[in-house]
């Protein structure tokens, strides 16, 4: 059976992890090959690094970043961050990504979805859709989640999937940061509409959340960070509870 | 008995394996995987090294139609079917390695008699992605790899048939491994598929020439 996937995601800047992290055995955690590779021996099932630099100066360390973590690392990984064209896509994906998340450029190009889809693959390309509630409608957001757009969620996302995204990465910004649990009743209502795996990001607390937007919300995959780097809940541990609540888990 | 090992490891050590170079993604993450096994690799197109390899290794990732185009007009296809050693198919290059492809109405290399099929099953998601088990695994394939599991992306599957010698289950239960004489090939991806994929590999290495 397939089983549901928790994923790690790790924030970049100029090459290095931005959160703190609390691994006190760890070398050197700041250093993103490090941390990936210690995800991957305890056994999280995918990698997301999103590249939140700034500059276009710091952004060019991200695909040799990218190339090392490929020669390191032996589960699949995602790169994201910054992406605005077919031409951003292909150094990232040559140095050995498995997947590009897309997210604001999309929503102000929707033909870029299309357009990397039709060069790389439909399998190389997660929509990143960051939303929160506003007047009762889930609103999508760019910019890092300070820009509200005319698009809203649902819509949003078939768009996206009709126009050839292999996965939707969904993040409730009301839930982010939070730590009371995923955003279940939109990510229900998403994999009920969709015909693509529904990645659930932003919420995770604790060990029960992710049971609850597995058994509840019907999501594909759960993706966490802070509760990861600072070990409040190690993976191990966590993909044990979920096993022994029936949960298919790798 | 020390010579033995040392005629083992001189054969080891000597083995090239060539991973075939074309228009398809996912080439260096093989590549970076048998880097970290130690093996001696090349990555080429071309026909002469291609043959002349100890074994041969097909990646790929990517559409058919377009693929098996860019195979004929290097004819890389040809130089494939027509291979003698060990060679192993990864994922779109199992399945190119199949007689036709549902994707695109695509005419593949045919080493393998089977079609290879969309799946068209209401209760899952397309692409299949994630990590599934195996299952029946037999023949080549490291008996403990039973119920092991390994990474999939992809929408199109190869049907059970007498070259099987594994069984992944989604929705319906496909071909997740299959072998015909010196042709073995995988639908999972060894190079992302952690401690599980390392064995797939090693399984794969290990063949006699």
Aim: proline share 4%.
């Amino acid at each position: 059976m397939l089983t549901k996937r928790i994923i790690a995601c790790l924030d970049i800047k100029n090459g290095r992890t931005v959160k703190g992290t609390n691994f006190v055995d760890l070398r050197d955690a700041g250093d993103p090959v490090t941390l990936g590779a210690l995800y991957a021996t305890q056994g999280v099932d995918e990698l997301i690094f999103l590249d939140i630099s700034a500059t276009q100066e710091e952004r060019k360390t991200f695909a040799s970043l990218v190339e090392d973590i490929a020669k390191h690392i032996n589960i699949p990984f995602t790169v994201g961050g910054g992406i605005r064209s077919v031409k951003d896509v292909a150094p990232l994906l040559e140095a050995g990504a498995d997947k590009v998340s897309i997210n604001s450029a999309a929503v102000h190009d929707p033909n870029l979805i299309e357009e990397l889809a039709k060069e790389f693959g439909s399998q190389f390309i997660v929509l990143a859709i960051d939303a929160r509630k506003l007047d009762n409608q889930w609103t999508v957001y760019t910019h890092g989640g300070t820009q509200p757009t005319q698009h809203k969620l649902f819509s949003w996302a078939k768009e996206g999937q009709q126009r050839g995204a292999g996965e939707i990465l969904f993040t409730s910004m009301d839930h982010d940061g939070m730590k009371s649990g995923f955003a279940i009743d939109p990510l229900r209502k998403l994999n009920h509409l969709l015909k693509i795996p529904v990645i659930a990001s932003g919420g995770a607390g604790k060990k029960e959340d992710f049971l609850e937007v597995f058994l509840l919300g019907c999501a594909d995959a759960a993706l966490a960070a802070s509760i990861f780097h600072f070990n409040e809940i190690p993976i191990p541990e966590l993909k044990k509870y979920l096993k022994d609540h029936h949960i298919p888990i790798r | 008995m020390a010579q033995v090992y040392f005629l083992l490891l001189k054969e080891h050590c000597n083995m090239k394996v060539a991973v075939i170079k074309y228009n398809a993604g996912n080439i260096r993450s093989v590549s970076f995987a048998l880097e970290r096994l130690g093996v001696d690799f090349v990555v080429t197109s071309n026909h002469e090294e291609i043959q002349r390899a100890d074994k041969v290794i097909f990646p790929g990732v990517g559409e058919a139609s377009s693929t098996m185009s860019y195979l004929r007009d290097h004819r890389l296809d040809e130089v494939i079917k027509t291979l003698n050693q060990p060679t192993l198919g990864i994922c779109l290059g199992m399945q190119l390695m199949c007689s036709h492809s549902e994707e695109n109405n695509t005419a593949c290399m045919g080493i393998f008699e089977e079609t290879v099929r969309l799946f068209k099953i209401d209760t899952v998601k397309v692409p299949h992605v994630g990590w599934n088990a195996l299952e029946k695994v037999g023949n080549w394939l490291d008996p403990s790899l039973k119920d092991r599991y390994v990474y999939f992306v992809h929408s199109y599957y190869v049907p059970l048939s007498s070259n099987t010698v594994a069984e992944t289950n989604y929705g319906i239960t496909f071909s997740a491994a299959m072998r015909r004489k010196n042709f073995f090939a995988v639908q999972f991806h060894p190079e992302k598929s952690a401690e599980s994929g390392v064995k797939v590999l090693n399984s794969f290495l290990q063949q006699p020439a």
